[in-house]
């Protein structure tokens, strides 16, 4: 059972109507945002050295984002951790969206706004610098294609398919150069 579901389980009556919201994000750049984090990041130890330990060190070298993909899209889904788990299944449930409304960290500010005037709520605080180089550039057609095949369903369900083509037609300008 995926978070969500086994927090639904442990919510009152009263809890389960409080109106809830979740946040996605591209699969194809949370998964260059995952290899940055853990490889080539400056931070703390657990982090660092999470993928040591995790399936018997399977990701713990660094050789490089290809090789990282192909690992990755390697490892059966429900052995995938948090990071690079599958998003729809934390927010879907047989077929039916655990939340209430869906955004998109691409659109966080825009999509953010309309909850936090309805409900009263902070502004977002900023506390996780991203790094600021084109996810795109770390991609070939051969390791878009393979996120494409693993997250597919993220990418159907939230609306990421115009992203995808516009990967591939990156990839294909930039080797074209």
């Given at each position: 059972?995926?978070?969500?579901g086994f927090r639904s389980l442990l919510l ?52 490089g984002f290809e090789d990282y993909v192909e ?33 998109k960290y691409e659109n966080l500010e825009n ?67």
């Amino acid at each position: 059972m995926n978070e969500l579901g086994f927090r639904s389980l442990l919510l009152t009556e009263e809890q389960k109507n409080y109106y809830s919201f979740t946040f996605v994000r591209n699969p194809f750049d949370r998964l260059v945002s995952a290899y940055v984090n853990k490889y080539k990041q400056d931070i703390d130890y657990y982090e660092k050295n999470f993928y040591n330990n995790y399936l018997f060190g399977y990701l713990k070298n660094d050789n490089g984002f290809e090789d990282y993909v192909e690992r990755v899209c390697n490892i059966p889904e429900f052995l995938l951790e948090k990071h690079i788990y599958p998003q729809y299944k934390y927010v879907y449930k047989d077929g039916e969206s655990l939340v209430d409304f869906i955004g998109k960290y691409e659109n966080l500010e825009n999509d953010f706004k309309a909850i936090q005037e309805e409900y009263h709520l902070y502004p977002l605080p900023h506390i996780n610098q991203s790094f600021k180089k084109d996810y795109r550039d770390y991609y070939t057609l051969k390791t878009a294609k393979k996120v494409y095949k693993k997250y597919k369903k993220d990418i159907e369900l939230f609306g990421y398919e115009e992203a995808y083509q516009d990967l591939i037609e990156y990839i294909k300008k930039k080797s074209s150069n």
